[in-house]
């Protein structure tokens, strides 16, 4: 089993992209959940190779935010192993 790290982000710092690196390096999967944060913030995003963004078209709370992850992991990851 394989350990995901979840990121639920709004208007995001750039210290999202080391981070992001930091964990994938570890041999971790990262989960970032965009929740809305809006086209200014596109660049933060884009630049989180090997990480999986999910998007929100608007601001919707950290709780919808993991939720979203939750169920993008349940899908995903039901049929591994």
Do not use: W
Not at 38 to 59: C, D, M, R, S, W
């Amino acid at each position: 089993m394989k350990t995901i790290v979840i990121i639920p982000s709004y208007e995001p710092e750039e210290k999202l992209i080391p981070l992001t690196q930091q964990l994938i390096a570890k041999d971790l999967e990262v989960v970032v959940v965009d929740d809305g944060s809006g086209e200014k913030y596109l660049p933060i995003f884009n630049q989180l190779t090997g990480a999986t963004v999910l998007t929100h078209p608007e601001n919707k709370g950290k709780g919808e935010g993991l939720k979203t992850a939750y169920r993008y992991i349940k899908e995903t990851c039901a049929n591994e192993e």
